[in-house]
């Protein structure tokens, strides 16, 4: 960083050497105060801005360099203050971006759940630098479509490097989209296309989903996008719009084939051999209120149900009654696929794998490969 700050300095008329100073603080302050690396910052800058050899990409060693061979390309030949503003400018938009904000400091609920989702990831920051310029609808349909890329990008265990590398690639073009045709176009193009090429092993990584081949949060996040999709198909309200509803401490995992059963629990079970194995199947957990969660305990299915009937989640309460509002609403179109049980064995774990790994296409926007 300090490279780059000497280049600046040999670039400026001494005259400006004070405006100079003032403003590289700027620059240095946003990025501390933000929480950002700053090399970090300045290779995804010019993988946002420029046109790179995004299968080699480029080195936090190298930036210097870069920044040298490209001082012409960059405007620091000609205007090194005009340059250093463009910095500052994209500073402030990267801390709004960590703080889940869009450029213009609005809350962005998809980069909220990306942060939920991703924990320390970043990567997607290339193409939300590359696109700052963008309207505030357009910028959230493309957040909307990083989230969904980004995550099945994680549940097929694509490796993180990929990432990079097309984000990278895909910039060049995203720089340019300016309107609502060309970002379908671009979406279209880049995320839907290699999504599709991933369908059956999102499917696959869904029917084989279990607490232990997955971090703790990135299932509470799975489950609570599970659980938002049929709120908001249900009810439509803006309210539901917030993952953070679902991701409380007043909002549990519920195991509904317990972890600490009743004797007897166990022993009903079909396959007491393999209990525990079931007990963390993406089939057997859903979320369920704190309050409530603590009444139903480790008891049977049976004896659960009543408190599953309480919970005001639609996915939980529909394990044991259909909700219905009226006839043909959209209340019961988004209820529908929505199975009921009377018993808790691993066949119906199973079924209930199957319908949530559908369900989970809708919530991602997951479409096979047509075939011909």
Aim: proline share 3%; charged share 30%.
């Amino acid at each position: 960083m300090d490279l780059l700050k000497n280049l600046l300095f040999m670039r400026t008329s001494s005259k400006d050497y004070p405006r100079l100073k003032d403003r590289w603080k700027k620059l240095v302050d946003t990025l501390d105060k933000c929480g950002e690396k700053a090399l970090r910052f300045l290779r995804y800058y010019i993988m946002a801005h420029f046109e790179i050899d995004y299968r080699k990409g480029i080195r936090e060693d190298e930036i210097y360099d870069w920044f040298v061979k490209h001082s012409a390309a960059c405007g620091i030949d000609q205007a090194p203050l005009d340059f250093l503003e463009k910095l500052i400018d994209c500073a402030q938009t990267h801390a709004n971006f960590l703080a889940c904000k869009d450029a213009g400091g609005n809350h962005n609920r998809y980069l909220r759940n990306l942060a939920l989702l991703g924990g320390a990831l970043r990567q997607h920051h290339i193409l939300l630098m590359a696109a700052r310029k963008l309207s505030s609808d357009l910028f959230n349909q493309l957040c909307l479509a990083i989230e969904n890329l980004i995550f099945c990008y994680i549940i097929t265990r694509e490796p993180t490097k990929t990432f990079e590398r097309n984000f990278a690639r895909w910039s060049s073009e995203l720089r340019n989209v300016k309107d609502k045709e060309n970002l379908e176009i671009f979406i279209e193009k880049y995320f839907i296309q290699d999504m599709k090429s991933r369908a059956d092993r999102f499917d696959f990584a869904f029917r084989e989903l279990s607490q232990n081949r997955i971090q703790q949060y990135r299932m509470r996040y799975i489950l609570a996008k599970l659980t938002q999709y049929i709120e908001e198909k249900a009810w439509g309200n803006p309210a539901h719009g917030h993952l953070d509803h679902y991701i409380t401490s007043r909002v549990e995992i519920e195991h509904i084939l317990p972890t600490n059963p009743k004797p007897e629990v166990r022993a009903a079970f079909d396959k007491p051999d393999e209990y525990y194995d079931y007990v963390g199947f993406l089939g057997n957990l859903t979320l369920l209120e704190k309050t409530i969660n603590a009444a139903v305990s480790n008891g049977s299915f049976s004896e659960k149900a009543p408190g599953y009937k309480q919970s005001a989640f639609l996915l939980t309460k529909s394990l044991v009654e259909k909700p219905q509002v009226g006839q043909k609403t959209q209340f019961n179109q988004a209820v529908e696929e929505l199975l009921q049980f009377n018993n808790w064995d691993s066949s119906t774990i199973k079924k209930r794998q199957e319908m949530l790994a559908q369900l989970a296409r809708k919530v991602w926007n997951i479409t096979p490969v047509e075939q011909g």
